[in-house]
């Protein structure tokens, strides 16, 4: 198996004109342009649907009629529960790689990357939490790897729960959809496997993805590709196992909430069927495009609802219902920015 050796990535000076003062490289402003577009991108999705897609006013008749009581068995009870088995796992993870802090930490800054999800997208919101474990003197490669294995996991329990709510699906008539969307979870569960499991995949990946990951973060520079290698295999195939079927079954619980949103709305769906449906949706959003799947999750849902028979306007309440979900929720997270200590309990000499 070839060992990755430390890669240099010089930067790139911008031409000096003598006696004019440096000007900051015009690839820095399309930066910020790119991605402030394509955070505007998921708007401007729900704005077209919302204005040629979907009866407004069917959709709104919908809402109005919500059962209040399931709601909120479905947001202060089980989703409660989901955050507190989502924050174990942070707790896990981050014990794998020496990090010490309390549960009630774990918890705070599970919330930290949750809340974020107000302004960037959820697949990068937990590397927020990165920032803070680096600021109180965990390394760059620990910080970034923490929230890493907790998004790989998290996807890996996406794809499985997906597959286990398609197989359990009572008189499946694979329909084209249904068929691309099953191998779609396939192809997505082999890739994850391969990576995951295999060193020779991983030592490839590693290889090409070291300079990207110093050019988006500079600091990382500082330590050498084998080692970032080294102390991604920290994390056993053990403890990826098991950190998986946690996943699924909180995961599985995370869907059985919208279930019951769906049913406060008078939503047909079995479980099962919402299962599918917000197995692709979770997935699609986890692209860095928009801002808390807002439009993302519009767009995917209509199709995946009329698989099952259901028009678009009941796809866009039952959407317009998890957005009010995800809002409660980060807004009650956002609090936990009010109790994060200054330091947190730090390795005198980190990994």
Same mark, same amino acid.
């Given at each position: 198996m070839p060992e990755l050796t430390q890669v240099e990535i010089l930067p790139e000076k911008a031409a000096e004109v003598p006696g004019e003062p440096a000007k900051a490289p015009r690839r820095m402003a399309l930066h910020k342009l790119t991605r402030w577009g394509l955070r505007a991108v998921g708007p401007l999705i729900l704005v077209t649907i919302l204005l040629f897609g979907v009866d407004l006013s /069917? +959709?709104?008749? %919908?809402?109005?009629?919500v059962s209040i009581p399931l709601l909120i068995v479905s947001w202060f009870v089980i989703f409660p529960i989901v955050v507190l088995m989502r924050s174990l796992r942070w707790h896990i993870i981050a014990r794998i790689y020496g990090i010490r802090q309390s549960f009630v930490m774990s918890i705070v800054l599970y919330f930290i990357g949750f809340s974020a999800g107000f302004l960037i997208s959820d697949?990068?919101? +937990?590397?927020?939490?990165?920032?803070? %474990?680096?600021? =109180?003197?965990?390394r760059w490669s620990v910080s970034i790897l923490t929230p890493f294995w907790e998004k790989t996991v998290e996807l890996i329990a996406i794809l499985l729960s997906g597959l286990i709510a398609f197989a359990a699906l009572p008189q499946v008539i694979l329909s084209r959809g249904l068929l691309i969307m099953t191998l779609n979870l396939g192809a997505g569960i082999i890739a994850a496997t391969a990576l995951l499991l295999s060193p020779r995949v991983q030592s490839w990946a590693f290889e090409r993805l070291? *300079?990207?990951?110093?050019?988006?973060?500079?600091?990382?520079?500082?330590? /050498?590709g084998a080692v970032l290698l080294e102390e991604f295999r920290r994390m056993r195939p053990g403890a990826v196992i098991g950190l998986t079927l946690f996943s699924i079954a909180t995961r599985l619980l995370y869907f059985y909430s919208l279930y019951l949103v769906g049913l406060a709305m008078n939503c047909p769906l079995t479980f099962w069927q919402v299962s599918v449906v917000m197995a692709l949706v979770s997935l699609v959003?986890?692209? *860095?495009? #928009?801002?808390? #799947?807002? #439009?993302?999750? =519009?767009m995917i849902m209509i199709p995946t609802f009329s698989l099952f028979g259901q028009p678009a306007e009941q796809a866009i309440a039952f959407s317009f219902l998890i957005l009010l979900t995800n809002v409660l929720w980060r807004a009650l997270g956002s609090l936990a920015w009010m109790f994060l200590p200054r330091y947190l309990p730090a390795l005198e000499d980190t990994p």
């Amino acid at each position: 198996m070839p060992e990755l050796t430390q890669v240099e990535i010089l930067p790139e000076k911008a031409a000096e004109v003598p006696g004019e003062p440096a000007k900051a490289p015009r690839r820095m402003a399309l930066h910020k342009l790119t991605r402030w577009g394509l955070r505007a991108v998921g708007p401007l999705i729900l704005v077209t649907i919302l204005l040629f897609g979907v009866d407004l006013s /069917q +959709a709104l008749s %919908l809402l109005i009629h919500v059962s209040i009581p399931l709601l909120i068995v479905s947001w202060f009870v089980i989703f409660p529960i989901v955050v507190l088995m989502r924050s174990l796992r942070w707790h896990i993870i981050a014990r794998i790689y020496g990090i010490r802090q309390s549960f009630v930490m774990s918890i705070v800054l599970y919330f930290i990357g949750f809340s974020a999800g107000f302004l960037i997208s959820d697949s990068i919101s +937990a590397f927020v939490r990165s920032v803070f %474990l680096n600021r =109180d003197g965990y390394r760059w490669s620990v910080s970034i790897l923490t929230p890493f294995w907790e998004k790989t996991v998290e996807l890996i329990a996406i794809l499985l729960s997906g597959l286990i709510a398609f197989a359990a699906l009572p008189q499946v008539i694979l329909s084209r959809g249904l068929l691309i969307m099953t191998l779609n979870l396939g192809a997505g569960i082999i890739a994850a496997t391969a990576l995951l499991l295999s060193p020779r995949v991983q030592s490839w990946a590693f290889e090409r993805l070291f *300079p990207w990951l110093v050019r988006r973060v500079p600091r990382i520079r500082e330590e /050498q590709g084998a080692v970032l290698l080294e102390e991604f295999r920290r994390m056993r195939p053990g403890a990826v196992i098991g950190l998986t079927l946690f996943s699924i079954a909180t995961r599985l619980l995370y869907f059985y909430s919208l279930y019951l949103v769906g049913l406060a709305m008078n939503c047909p769906l079995t479980f099962w069927q919402v299962s599918v449906v917000m197995a692709l949706v979770s997935l699609v959003t986890m692209i *860095p495009i #928009g801002i808390g #799947g807002i #439009g993302t999750r =519009d767009m995917i849902m209509i199709p995946t609802f009329s698989l099952f028979g259901q028009p678009a306007e009941q796809a866009i309440a039952f959407s317009f219902l998890i957005l009010l979900t995800n809002v409660l929720w980060r807004a009650l997270g956002s609090l936990a920015w009010m109790f994060l200590p200054r330091y947190l309990p730090a390795l005198e000499d980190t990994p």
